[in-house]
């Protein structure tokens, strides 16, 4: 069995070797193999050079790597979208080229749907006892009113929809007709997903190593107003 790891990249060059690093080191469960799907947004920086030699200089014989460019920037929602279609593995899921998840957690993830217990399994910042950077209040209030809109709407429980860490069987992922090129791609997935008949849903807790706007963080205020119009977009008018 195999693992697709989609990784959207987009002016990440401070943090890109060590990521990259940190993925390739994962032992995974049940012997799966890794197939990491990186797609470069048209960075500005030398994101796109830095993937290259990385691959060209890779000794991992065991991992497949698969790099695509965008010429023109569209938004973390297009770069999934294309890394979707490349994902060939049992199992797809997503990591951001930042450092604030920790790729050693794919274990925690993934157990649940090797077993063929889950078709999705979202890694929650917000439950169990994980280790969590402290986010701004506004940030976290912002967060739980969009999951708890997100759970209300669509008749689900969960505690983080706006995880990074969603894994999914790739038969369930590739059958979705995804649409947002942006932040809005996170409560599409979530309410698109929901309506299939008889899906099965999980959460686990992991760890949050949160970074600051001054770091690079790229999601800001506006992302959460639209993101409300996305979850009513999707549950009652898609």
């Known amino acids: 069995m195999k693992l697709s790891i989609v990784i959207p990249v987009y002016n990440e060059a401070a943090t890109l070797n060590q990521i990259l690093e940190a993925v390739e080191a994962v032992d995974l469960v ?15 920086d030398k994101s796109a050079e830095i993937i290259e030699k990385h691959i060209a200089a890779s000794k991992h014989t065991t991992i497949q790597y698969k790099f695509v460019k965008h010429l023109k920037n569209s938004g973390k929602g297009a770069a999934l979208q294309t890394g979707f279609k490349e994902a ?3 199992f797809v899921i997503v990591q951001d080229a930042d450092l604030e998840y920790d790729p050693e957690e794919y274990n925690e993830i993934l157990p649940i749907l090797v077993n063929d ?17 402290s986010m701004g209040f506004w940030h976290y209030l912002a967060n739980k009113f969009l999951t708890n809109l997100t759970n209300m709407l669509n008749d689900i429980y969960l505690t983080d929809m706006e995880t990074c860490y969603k894994c999914f069987k790739r038969e369930i992922i590739q059958s979705i007709d995804l649409q947002e090129n942006h932040f809005g791609i996170e409560p599409e997935m979530t309410s698109k997903v929901a309506k299939l ?18 770091e690079g963080k790229k999601i800001n205020w506006r992302d959460g ?7 009513f977009k999707y549950r009652f008018f898609n």
Do not use: H, M, Q
């Not at 890694?123 to 169990?128: D, H, K, V």
């Not at 008949?197 to 001054?214: C, N, Q, T, W």
């Not at 639209?226 to 979850?231: N, R």
């Open 30 to 44: 049940a012997d799966l193999t890794k197939e990491i799907i990186l797609v470069d947004d048209c960075s500005a």
């Open 88 to 90: 060939t593995g049992d």
């Open 117 to 133: 217990k889950a078709d999705v399994v979202y890694g929650s910042r917000f439950a169990g006892s994980k280790p969590r950077r």
């Open 197 to 214: 008949k008889g899906i099965r849903i999980f959460e686990v807790a992991i760890s949050y190593y949160g970074r600051g706007y001054e």
């Open 225 to 231: 107003i639209k993101a409300i119009f996305y979850i």
